[in-house]
């Protein structure tokens, strides 16, 4: 066995997956071998999360089976409430309050002491804990603001759903389709960190309840999420100073400052997410008449990758996007969680099929042979 050390497990390759596939040199991602840019505007998320969990895209009777499956599992305990509204009464951290709740919904969940190896009762929990996300997270929002939470619709898509209980009034047809289409394009992007997580806590046989909760709290770091809350405050802050977004953002990478949303751990080249998110921050501007916020993106765009070769990420075009939905910044994160449990869940699924416990070595560097001495002698 070597012990050759890859800190941050650089170019180790651990699994074998069928669920997505990303070529970082070419720009390409795909779900199961279905490139991103064929189906993000045209397929929902609901028949994403079909495709990632099942193989293959649902027929019109199967979709329509699931998505009303899915929306019947959208209300919460009265408990979970309960400690929703306690969270938000102590101003909990969006993201610390999601990974509490999700942990909690084990609690009344029917299937929470099954066989976690058990394909068709996991189905039914990653159903449960998919709908009630979005419940969750749009009643602490609301909570915390002093507002009563909206109960969930069932005639509403998964995306109008979320955007009509967290503002309580339906979205229009744009912003529906803009939402699901970003939920679509953040439900799986392969081995990364809170994905790992996921699947290192099912490798030990824990459940899928576990294995999201680890997740969340992996997705909560600042090195994985929350890279588009802070191109929004650049973008604010751009906005804030009437400076000319080229000359701003010359004056900002000369005074050495780290620009979020460029840059990726597998893409050396443009992100094919941000292309796609990009047409539609446009179009927000457009439909509102207010393209301020996309127009500073393109020309920091331009000249980072004009100047620095530096290309978007997915994060730098859902910053405007969102904002100009009217979604509250701090709950950014927490709405790529509410799309990457998909995800998630389609790789613990996958880890149950063929699992073998997780267990990576650490090469020792500390010191050797030295002498104990008793308490009373040190």
Not at 92 to 119: C, F
Not at 137 to 163: I, S, T
Not at 316 to 345: E, K, N
Request: charged share 25%.
């Amino acid at each position: 066995m070597s012990d050759e050390v890859k800190r941050g497990l650089e170019g180790v390759v651990v699994f074998e997956s069928r669920l997505s596939y990303i070529d970082g040199d070419a720009g390409e991602l795909g779900y199961r071998g279905y490139a991103i840019e064929d189906f993000a505007r045209e397929a929902s998320y609901e028949e994403v999360l079909s495709l990632l969990w099942n193989g293959e895209w649902p027929t019109r009777a199967e979709h329509d089976e699931f998505a009303a499956r899915l929306a019947a599992e959208r209300d919460l305990d009265p408990a979970v409430y309960d400690l929703i509204e306690a969270l938000a009464a102590q101003d909990e951290n969006p993201m610390a309050a999601l990974r509490t709740v999700v942990s909690a919904l084990s609690a009344s969940d029917p299937d929470a002491d099954a066989d976690p190896a058990d394909r068709e009762t996991n189905l039914a929990k990653g159903c449960r804990i998919t709908a009630k996300f979005p419940t969750a997270l749009a009643a602490f929002a609301r909570l915390r603001n002093g507002f009563d939470p909206v109960e969930p619709r069932e005639d509403l898509g998964h995306a109008a759903n979320f955007l009509y209980m967290l503002n309580g009034e339906e979205p229009d047809e744009v912003a529906a389709e803009t939402f699901d289409t970003a939920l679509v394009l953040h439900a799986d992007h392969g081995l990364n960190a809170s994905t790992f997580a996921a699947m290192v806590t099912t490798s030990t046989m824990s459940d899928l309840h576990s294995g999201v909760t680890s997740a969340i709290g992996t997705l909560a770091g600042s090195l994985h999420g929350g890279a588009n809350q802070n191109v929004m405050r650049m973008l604010k802050e751009i906005d804030e100073s009437d400076a000319d977004p080229g000359d701003w953002i010359e004056s900002a990478v000369e005074e050495g400052r780290r620009i979020p949303g460029f840059g990726h751990r597998v893409y050396n080249v443009r992100d094919p997410r941000a292309g796609i998110l990009e047409t539609y921050s446009e179009r927000l501007g457009e439909e509102s008449g207010d393209p301020r916020w996309y127009d500073y993106s393109v020309a920091i765009e331009e000249y980072m990758t004009e100047e620095k070769g530096l290309a978007p990420n997915v994060d730098f075009y859902s910053a405007s996007m969102y904002y100009q939905m009217g979604i509250p910044m701090d709950l950014y994160t927490p709405i790529f969680a509410l799309s990457r449990v998909g995800g998630w869940i389609a790789h613990m699924l996958e880890q149950y099929e063929d699992n073998r416990l997780i267990r990576p070595r650490a090469h020792y560097v500390g010191d050797r042979g030295r002498e104990f001495v008793p308490l009373d002698e040190r």
